[in-house]
């Protein structure tokens, strides 16, 4: 009857929400005066039957005023009432199709809060990130805020990470306040529904909401998620555009592969090429999947309501919501499906030594080819042929993930009905000999070992070797602008020497890494033939993540060579600057030379902005992905005073000692001994896993690289922590069981 800004208020009210005291006047009826108190103020609000709606809000076209005493209440609600038919009404009401005849207004009297801050919370970013919320407070009333008159702050609170930060020259709200509000607004959400715009006041500690309606603007019918589930452990952090650019490139090449196997026609295959190119994502410098095209590739595979759970859990997956609509492919082409599917995990084994057969031969040529004097076209010929030999082959890893993903979920499943405890099945699990991840720490350590007891020129050839085969494995190797031990070899120095500072630790440390493990009993039957299928997938996977290193290494050098040419030329101003340009940029400057280093220069002003933005794990778009603009960002880190945590137990086994919180490669450098505690892993860390007494991850699942290469090394390990680096700080002492997850600070740092 009085309009939907009325119903919300009474919806609110008599669900115990903290509204202030307010009465509904009606115009055609007269106004009296009794009920009022002469010594108060009220806010005279438009309620209009048209304004506030799910499709139009008519925010700002109607008169409101506050602090208005009493005796001027009659006055400004009749003028309340007249700029119904003001201009700017009438065109908005226009503008959406809005009959004048459909407009009835009312006008809410509300008791008047003399706010400290006032706000509006918006449960969703209306910029258009569905699970992002957005607080803009300001001092003093609201009226100021609204009219730009005083200066705001803004936080930005992610729904699923429960990390904020804030855009402001001042930190107006306290956690406890932030906390609250997002509280509020997922209640009143709860009440109302939808995505809101809530207006509210704080006086004295104590908060008010004072109106709230539906954000109308936002596009909510087919969302984008961005996802860094497992992709972030090979992409932590911020990653500059040539990476970006380069992994969108190797992701729409391999799975447009995967599904050409798995379909083998190319008709049906056009119509989601869309799909195929957008595998993955990137906002604010860091990479996601793009997960609902990663469930629509799946979809595609015969058994994929059981094969998605699988494949959620095995790549640490956690909110396994997801369309569960299948894919429209034609019948004759879905039986063929199962066929093909069948046929291809069957040769998934052979398939993958094929790729291994390929990959040295194209080590070989390419290595055989490269020179440090190449041109920028040759060099650009050099990358196509790199692309054209083992990009279109490459999808093959991705159905040997899919082979190791089934049947270490058939294993467990099995083991578990037989009263296998977790610990015992991650033990049968990791019994997998002579990974080749294992191999540069093994050869390292050896290097560091016998360094002592060979000649100079016995440890060069060494350290030649060693360059030459693994030198592309380091710390986020996957990352094009990262430095590695063949583009600088001084790091494989400071690693040897990492290692030799402790030498009665490196003795025990070689001689037990270089000692045959001991499998114990491996279960016998359809169990074993299940574990020994599992055992080859994940044993190739290792393969294949180091040939993939190499591979990265090829082009590492490739760009570095071009980005000599191009500053040589004028183009940038500095070597480090052609990660800054995309690979179609780059590329495009072999024709067209031009000069980039304004381009440069924007683009790492913005990354400057990246590296302040807390990373979320998910993004929820309306509609297009975007990357953040702010003026003044403030990071800010929640603290949590919990002193007990748990997550995934991977690697058995009790640590106590001080941790290490590594956020990037340089808080890497003192870690003998002690716990690293860290958001994620990538494959290079396994240097690093070698001389810790422990490591824990905020992020992963059972078949991580953290998880596989803790538990070769027989270091405690535990994934999937929740919350982990806003609870533990570096030196802070704390306990670990790799057996069960638990994980305990004894004592905290000052």
Known sequence: MYGAKTDNLIKLRDAGINVPEFTVVDPDVPFVEGGYDRNRLYAVRSSCSIEDGATSSFAGQFDTYLNVPYDQLKEKIDKCVSSMKSANAAEYARANGVAADDIRMCVIVQDMVQSELSGVLFTANPQGILNESVITVGRGLGEGIVSDMTDTTSYYYSLTDKIYYYDGREDLLDNDQVEELIALSSKISEILGGYLDIEFAISKGSISILQARPITTLKTDDPLILDNSNIVESYPGISLPLTVSFVDLVYSGVFRGVCRRVLKNDR??????????????????????????????????????????????????????????????????????????????????????????????????????????????????????????????????????????????????????????????????????????????????????????????????????????????????????????????????????????????????????????????????????????????????????????????????????????????????????????????????????????????????????????????????????????????????????????????????????????????????????????????DPGWVFLLARAAGVISEKGSLLSHTAIISRELKVPSIVGVPDLLDTVKTGDLIRMDGSNGKIEILKRSR
Not at 465 to 484: A, N, P, Q
Not at 494 to 511: G, N, T, W
């Open 268 to 681: 049906e295959l056009d119509k989601h090429s869309d799909v195929f190119l957008n595998m993955t994502g990137h906002a604010n410098g860091r990479v996601y999947y793009k997960i609902s095209n990663w469930y629509t590739v799946l979809k595609f595979l015969p058994f994929n309501k059981k094969i998605i759970p699988v494949w959620q859990e095995m790549l640490g997956v956690k909110n396994k919501n997801y369309d569960k609509n299948d894919v429209k492919v034609p019948f004759f082409t879905r039986t063929a499906t199962y066929f093909n599917a069948f046929y291809e995990l069957v040769r998934v084994p052979k398939n993958m030594k094929k790729l291994n057969d390929i990959f040295l031969k194209v080590n070989d040529h390419f290595y055989g080819t490269y020179r440090e004097d190449m041109t920028p076209s040759e060099l650009k010929a050099l990358f196509g042929d790199v692309k054209a030999r083992l990009f279109d082959v490459w999808d093959v890893t991705l159905l040997n993930d899919m082979y190791s993903f089934i049947f270490t979920g058939l294993v467990k499943s099995r083991l578990k009905k037989k009263g296998k405890t977790d610990e015992e099945i991650n033990n049968l699990i990791s019994g997998i000999s002579d990974l080749h991840s294992m191999m540069p720490i093994k050869t390292m350590m050896m290097m560091a070992y016998v360094k002592d007891k060979i000649d100079e020129e016995q440890y060069a050839k060494l350290r030649e070797d060693y360059i030459k085969v693994y030198g592309d494995r380091s710390l986020e190797e996957l990352k094009l602008e990262s430095r590695t031990y063949r583009t600088d070899p001084r790091l494989l120095d400071q690693m040897i020497e990492s290692y030799r500072r402790d030498p009665v630790k490196l003795e025990e440390s070689y001689k037990s890494i270089m000692k045959p493990r001991d499998n114990g009993d491996r279960p016998k039957g359809l169990t074993g033939s299940f574990l020994k299928r599992a055992s080859l997938g994940i044993a190739n996977r290792e393969i294949s993540r180091l040939n993939r290193s190499r591979i990265y290494g090829m082009v590492r050098l490739i760009f570095d060579t071009v980005a000599k040419s191009y500053v040589s030329d004028g183009i940038i101003e500095e070597d480090g600057d052609i990660y800054y340009l995309t690979v179609d940029e780059i590329w495009s400057l072999v024709d067209s030379p031009r000069d980039m280093r304004s381009v440069v220069d924007e683009r790492k002003e913005e990354y400057m902005l990246y590296r302040q933005l807390p990373a979320y794990s998910r993004l929820i778009f309306a509609d297009r992905e975007f990357d953040k603009s702010h003026l003044y960002v403030n990071s800010y880190v929640k603290t949590i005073n919990d002193d007990k945590l748990a997550g995934t137990p991977c690697s058995s086994g009790v640590a106590e000692g001080e941790a290490v919180v590594i956020r990037s490669v340089e808080d890497a450098a003192d870690i003998d001994g002690k716990i690293l505690v860290t958001k994620m892993t």
